[in-house]
């Protein structure tokens, strides 16, 4: 335990600016532990994760590191078993000369590290970190899909090969602890590979499971056919389904528990040809802590300086466009971190609320009960707000009340599927919101679209040849054709020569002009025009810069932006 000092609690008040009575209640109920301490200071939201973090390791001269953002290398976790991992509050994280740094809770221990160093056959770096970060990333780095097998061997399948089944023998099923493991490893393992969506498909011969990592599917386990549905039972049970109905389709959520945070699974269940499809969407991040920071997600100098402008203003409607799974959410919250002051009081209203963040008030959307998006941002108009964010404008309603509460005084964040920036400025008016609302409540709107990013490890400079470039840029003759880089495929990327990925951007600022544009009824071609002359540059042309930095390749900035092309 780090003992709760009078010097440690100044430095968080002034760190966290926390005043002085909240603080002494918070150093009470933490009764010396400081660790307790610091979750208290940052659930109140008076400082992040990083800061409390840095802050505790400096008690006991070590470093802080924070898990949900650094890079794991595989063969080190695999040092330790995970029983191991957990017994003694430890997980390798990586290997730095001759030592193996570790993540422990209590990073002073010399028992513990005497035999991690046992273990680990040679010297141990310890670093702290918080215990729920220890254990979500333990219950996530050692899933395996070879856990996943041996889970699903362990399964009797004896009850499924005859095809029949009683609604009793299911209901036993799908409470057995081995079935119960198995849907959670198989969630796990795709927090673990970074996936966006899990795909569950019953084929004839099998059951495929496939991940969406870096926006592209990935067939990761094939189990018994069997499976189908004892497996198709669990989630529809777990997201509040009935699993009675096997012929239509259904929708559910899943709350899926972790000791750093519960993250909120959007489950979808179709009847298909051998069963049933299941198709979980993972809302919001295990890892949201690293990218909850404007300065810190890839926007190029010239984007982001107008659009931090555009976040200062005291009123207006600031729009993020793209289509689904295009990062929006992302952007958004850093967006309200960046205007974020105790100060003000900033109302998020969303289906779900992906980001559990303490300090701003959020609600999330239920229609089945009447708390809509209209509904609530009536009720959050009357709550004070400096600033809303409306998840999504999905009704003429909802587009009217947001540019109304522009026009009073407030500032609003929210989203549109469009395909670009400069279409978000006609396509309140296509919802039917009228044009002396539409025309002055507008500030401005970012486009954005998401792109693998190149691995670090294998990605090498390419040179094209001046034919292929030729159709997207244009450069005086003789003068060096400009360089690229590809990724070769390596183990760090699984051969694909991508890890993660990164944003490309546009922003369109409302000036007077183009205010005066959409006042005049003109379309989109001419308020294109007029965005231009003033300096606008769409998505492609953000791309084709970070590809030239080595950021993504180009073969991804052109097909992320084929379409806006060729509208």
Not at 536 to 555: I, P, V
Request: hydrophobic share 40%; aromatic share 8%.
């Amino acid at each position: 335990m780090i003992e709760l000092t009078e010097p440690l609690i100044a430095s968080f008040q002034e760190k966290g600016r926390v005043p002085p009575v909240p603080l002494a209640g918070m150093a009470r109920a933490a009764k010396n532990d400081a660790v307790e301490f610091a979750q208290f200071v940052i659930q109140d939201g008076y400082l992040d994760r990083d800061t409390a973090g840095e802050l505790l390791a400096s008690q006991i001269n070590r470093t802080y590191v924070n898990l949900s953002k650094t890079l794991f290398q595989d063969d080190m976790v695999s040092l330790l078993t995970g029983e191991i991992a957990q017994r003694y509050q430890a997980i390798p994280l990586y290997r730095l000369g001759n030592a193996v740094t570790v993540g422990m809770a209590n990073p002073n221990d010399p028992q513990v590290i005497t035999v991690l160093e046992n273990f680990l056959m040679g010297k141990v770096s310890p670093v702290f970190c918080f215990k729920d970060e220890l254990d979500s990333a333990i219950k996530v780095n050692y899933q395996s899909a070879q856990n996943v097998d041996v889970l699903a061997m362990s399964l009797d399948l004896t009850v499924f090969q005859s095809g029949e089944l009683s609604d009793v023998a299911l209901a036993e099923l799908l409470d057995s602890k081995p079935l119960v493991e198995l849907a959670d490893s198989i969630i796990l393992l795709a927090l673990k590979e970074r996936a966006s969506d899990i795909h569950i498909e019953p084929k004839k011969n099998e059951v495929v499971v496939r991940y969406r990592i870096d926006g592209e599917l990935v067939d990761r386990l094939f189990l018994p056919k069997e499976m189908a549905l004892p497996l198709a039972s669990r989630y529809k049970i777990s997201s509040g389904m009935d699993i009675t109905e096997r012929r239509k389709p259904q929708d559910g959520r899943i709350s899926f528990e972790l000791s750093m945070k519960a993250l909120d699974l959007r489950v979808s269940c179709l009847p298909v040809m051998y069963g049933e499809k299941v198709v979980m969407r993972i809302l919001g991040s295990l890892y949201t802590s690293a990218i909850l920071n404007l300065d810190k997600l890839d926007i190029s100098p010239e984007v982001l300086r107008p659009f931090k402008a555009t976040l200062k203003h005291p009123q207006g409607i600031l729009f993020v466009t793209g289509p689904t799974g295009s990062g929006k959410s992302t952007t958004l919250y850093a967006a309200l971190n960046f205007i974020n002051t105790r100060d003000i009081n900033i109302i998020t209203i969303e289906d779900p609320v992906e980001y559990d963040v303490p300090s701003l008030n959020q609600v999330m959307v239920n229609d089945k009960i009447g708390r809509g998006f209209k509904e609530v941002l009536r009720s959050a108009l009357r709550q004070d707000p400096d600033a809303i964010l409306v998840g999504e404008i999905r009704d003429t309603e909802t587009a009217r009340i947001a540019a109304q509460a522009a026009l009073t005084g407030h500032l609003v964040l929210t989203t549109l599927h469009t395909n670009d920036a400069v279409q978000a400025t006609t396509r309140l008016l296509e919802m039917g919101v009228e044009r002396f609302i539409v025309a002055p409540s507008i500030i401005g709107v970012l486009g954005q679209r998401l792109v693998r990013r190149l691995c670090e490890f294998c990605k090498a400079e390419h040179t094209y040849e001046p034919e292929e470039l030729r159709q997207y840029f244009y450069w005086r003759e003789g003068a060096e054709l400009p360089v690229f880089y590809k990724g070769a495929g390596c183990e760090h990327c699984g051969g694909s020569g991508y890890t993660g990925r990164v944003g490309i951007h546009e922003f369109l600022k409302i000036t007077p002009q183009i205010r005066e544009a959409i006042m005049r009824e003109r379309d989109y071609d001419e308020i294109m025009s007029i965005a231009v002359q003033q300096g606008f540059h769409n998505l492609r042309y953000d791309g084709f810069k970070k590809a030239l930095r080595g950021l993504t390749s180009l073969e991804e900035v052109i097909r992320a932006t084929a379409s806006l092309e060729d509208d």
